[in-house]
């Protein structure tokens, strides 16, 4: 980092999901002070001498280049292009960590077998198969998102409310709408925190900034201006981001001032419509921008505003082109102050051309109203870019549909851009990394040469057509409940005998723990962890131990705890509201404390909360057919809350949490946030998903299970580029990879550490949390074995002293089976290194499950 960046950055304190999002501890109030004194402050880090008067005019000189005249603005004296922006470096954190670590009673009496087991308690659903599977793939519908899960109203034991702690703030829609998406920003706070929609982030600039503007400020960041934290684990920087806050283009009209609002329309799971209005009594907009992850272009409809270009980094000069690039299009080259190149172009619909006229270096305002489409897009000035550019003016797009089929392991899916604008020319759109690598052959034929750096997803690339085409293969198909590996035949179900003999009394004992008190808690968190872990020691009594009849026992209990949040007659009940359309804590609204439970009533993390209760019931259904029939319109509330597929169902929106532009979810509520979304696990985003293949399996779901194998394919390719990193990673920088997991994802930058501690065993960690049947699928043993030989290695793992522990050695079994099964073995082992939502039971039967040996 050059010290002069350094030295005119602002270093802001921003606060997250998991952290200060705590049923335990509440922020403090000087600490929300804060969050909100960033939150003022980011468009400000600059010098008030900065700013050039709208009013101010300058003396133009002009000179002939190879595409037109030239409009060469002086050299600036006086005032200093603002091109550092504002930093986010620091995180909040609190002391409350995922793992329940009280400890656990022993039990009092043992659990007594049942001695007969009735018809009711024989009807078992069948477990996965890869045979199985592919069946029920052929039975799914050809396009797997057609198809909701259901339509009906949630469950009337659910209250109705129509109101929630957050207003919908210039909303116009009516119905769910969506809260996890990286368009929520403009309706979150004050409206004017970045949205990002790779490469670029926008803005609405509200009147702030060395620009002083009340239009939409585009900012686009390079690698050089790329800010490292200091080094803190195995030679790597412990974070990386990007300013924010820097104006370099900003689209606004004539027309817009003190009194504008912005509003949000047309808002879905992949694209939104911004409208900005001169007042609230405005009839209709004055600027029209729609905004699809991946644009090349940022366009504005005008409807007879005057547009005006502005920039906080100002103009060096802007040339009129003189060869128009296609009918009724004209183009506009700006050079600004830091020597990068933006290119303007206008399609008018009707009336003149676009007639911009130099003001001052930060001012270029259009001689009379315009009706058309106004577009600015950076040029990175490499081989053709300037001809793609050219070739796409004019067009944009306007929104995306998904679709997708499953074949047995093979899974495809694709993105039909919607396309607006001129009928000449293609739509372009920028692909992340990990879209180009599954890129079928046909659209693989579209990507160009021309490349753009995200803030925190490596370089984004152009590819041509109103079509993207992906596909997966190795599908997790015959996945089950049993420990699974995929190199040794899938699900790993016969343990030797005296791996039986040893896993049977500790078996014995954890079933027969209280089910209730561990789970009527007062968080929908910790409590479906539990429910989990005696899902899982009952599948491994039933399945791997073969003593069904302490199963079924064990059963009676877990069906009973279940039941209370069946009956949502738990510690906060769930309501279902309609100001934004989801099932929500009532936390929030009976203590008044917005981040109670890690903030679940503000939409924060739902799919870890409702995951784990969703694989809970998954394991209960696995036992009883009947109980599943039973609790399927609660259980599939839960998955519609997190994963509707459908806009056929009117009471969610589609795709609440996962992000198929990223490939991964935002866990990141309903807050305002500098740095966009963000997401800590990534191993509860895949078990929230892996939770909705079984859960459909269960209730034989067919589109439901190939949709859930489908995206654990994809987010197992997004997270091992963005999120686990082996040393062969060549998308992330070089100087982070050897952190070995991102740490907290935002969509402004990497930050190796967590919302609740700083030590590494809790870092690296929270993406193990659970070790479960999908680990390996989303962990391969490569990265497994460079984390360990990192952190964990030469005894360093005999150093950690808390539920950490248990998870990193159950990890480790993936590829040192037999060293894991003699920690959970031994005579000496304690009962504090177990996460309280885990069971020595389930860790060594997945060990001894990895091993030929034990």
């Avoid at 179900?493 to 808690?521: C, F, G, H, W, Y």
């Avoid at 293949?693 to 987010?715: C, E, F, H, P, Y």
Wanted: hydrophobic share 40%; glycine share 8%.
């Amino acid at each position: 980092m050059r010290p002069s960046m350094l030295s005119s950055c602002l270093l802001l304190l921003v606060v997250g999901t998991r952290g200060v999002l705590s049923s335990a501890i509440r922020p403090a109030e000087d600490e929300l002070a804060k969050r909100d004194d960033a939150d003022e402050t980011y468009l400000a880090s600059h010098d008030p001498e900065d700013i050039i008067p709208t009013t101010e005019t300058v003396k133009v000189t002009t000179r002939t280049v190879s595409t037109g005249v030239a409009q060469v603005l002086p050299t600036l004296t006086d005032v200093e292009p603002h091109t550092a922006g504002a930093l986010v470096s620091t995180l909040t954190s609190s002391s409350k960590p995922p793992l329940l670590t009280d400890p656990i009673p022993e039990p009092t009496s043992l659990l007594r077998p049942l001695k007969s087991i009735t018809a009711e308690e024989k009807r078992e659903a069948a477990e996965p198969t890869a045979r199985a599977e592919d069946a029920l793939a052929e039975r799914a519908v050809a396009d797997i998102f057609a198809v909701p899960v259901a339509t009906n109203a949630p469950p009337a034991a659910f209250p109705r409310r129509s109101d929630h702690p957050v207003p919908r703030k210039g909303i116009i829609k009516s119905g769910p709408m969506q809260t996890n998406k990286f368009y929520s920003n403009f309706f979150l706070g004050d409206q004017d925190e970045p949205t990002f929609t790779m490469p670029y982030s926008i803005f609405w600039s509200k009147g702030k900034g060395p620009a002083a503007s009340w239009g939409l400020a585009i900012s686009h960041t390079e690698v050089r201006q790329r800010v490292y934290g200091p080094v803190e684990y195995n030679n790597a920087a412990s974070y990386y981001l990007n300013p924010l806050g820097i104006q370099s283009m900003i689209l606004s009209a004539k027309e817009l001032g003190k009194n504008t609002v912005l509003q949000v329309t047309e808002p879905t799971a992949f694209s939104a419509r911004i409208l900005l209005k001169k007042d609230a009594s405005s009839s209709s907009p004055t600027i029209t921008i729609p905004i699809v992850q991946g644009m090349p272009y940022v366009s504005g409809y005008f409807r007879g505003g005057t547009p005006i270009i502005q920039s906080g980094v100002y103009f060096k000069s802007m040339t009129k082109v003189t060869t128009n690039p296609k009918a009724n299009v004209i183009k506009y080259n700006f050079v600004l102050m830091d020597g990068r190149s933006w290119r303007v172009y206008a399609y008018k619909h009707k009336g003149d051309h676009l007639d911009l006229k130099v003001i001052n270096n930060g001012l270029a305002q259009a001689t009379k109203p315009f009706y058309g489409i106004v577009q600015v897009a950076k040029d990175p000035k490499t081989s053709g870019s300037g001809q793609l550019l050219d070739d796409g003016a004019g067009v944009y797009p306007t929104g995306v549909k998904l679709t997708g089929s499953v074949s047995g392991s093979t899974g495809t899916y694709s993105f039909t851009f919607t396309r607006g604008g001129h009928s000449k020319g293609n739509l372009y759109m920028y692909a992340l990394p990990h879209h180009v690598a599954s890129f079928n052959a046909a659209t693989k034929s579209k990507v160009k040469t021309m490349k753009l750096q995200t803030t925190a997803k490596g370089t984004a690339v152009l590819v041509a057509g109103n079509v993207w085409t992906m596909t997966e293969t190795g599908l997790p198909t015959g996945m089950g409940f049993a420990p699974w590996d995929s190199a040794k035949g899938g699900s790993r179900k016969a343990l030797s005998a005296a791996a039986k003999r040893s896993i049977a009394p500790i078996a014995l004992n954890e079933v027969s723990q209280n089910m209730i008190a561990q789970t009527d808690i007062d968080s929908m968190y910790f409590s479906g962890k539990a429910l989990v872990k005696f899902g899982q020691i009952l599948y491994i009594i039933n399945d791997l131990l073969g003593d069904k009849p302490l199963a079924q026992a064990g059963l009676v209990g877990l069906k009973a705890a279940f039941g209370k949040f069946a009956a949502n007659q738990q510690r906060h009940e769930l309501y279902y509201e309609t100001a934004w359309g989801g099932v929500v804590s009532s936390a929030t609204y009976t203590t008044g404390d917005e981040f109670i439970d890690f903030g679940g009533t503000m939409y924060n993390d739902h799919h870890f909360h409702y995951g784990y209760h969703i694989l809970a019931a998954a394991y209960i259904a696995y036992f009883d057919k009947t109980w599943a029939a039973q609790n399927k319109d609660y259980v599939n509330m839960l998955v519609r809350d997190i994963a509707n597929p459908s806009t056929k169902d009117t009471y969610f929106p589609v795709s609440r949490h996962f992000d198929w532009y990223h490939g991964h979810s935002w866990a990141h509520g309903l807050y305002s946030s500098l740095d966009g979304k963000n997401q800590e696990s990534s191993s509860e985003d895949i078990m929230a998903m892996y939770a909705i293949k079984m859960w459909g399996t269960m209730i034989g779901d067919t589109s439901m299970v190939a949709r859930a194998n489908l995206q654990l394919a994809v987010m197992a390719r997004s997270l091992r580029t963005n999120y686990l990193y082996t040393s062969d990673n060549s998308v992330m920088p070089a100087k982070f990879i050897g952190n070995k997991v991102a740490g907290i994802v935002f969509e402004n930058k990497m930050h190796h550490t967590t919302w609740f501690s700083p030590d590494i065993e809790a870092i690296q960690g929270i993406h193990m949390i659970p070790v479960h049947a999908p680990t390996v699928f989303s962990r391969s043993k490569t990265f497994i074995k460079q984390e360990w030989d990192a952190y964990f290695s030469k005894g360093r793992i005999d150093q950690i002293d808390n539920a950490w522990k248990g998870v990193i050695y159950a990890n480790y079994a993936v590829i040192e089976p037999e060293k894991a099964w003699d920690f959970f073995n031994s005579s000496d082992f304690q009962a504090s290194w177990i996460d309280g939502g885990a069971s020595r039971t389930w860790y060594m039967a997945y060990a001894a499950g990895k091993s030929d040996s034990i």
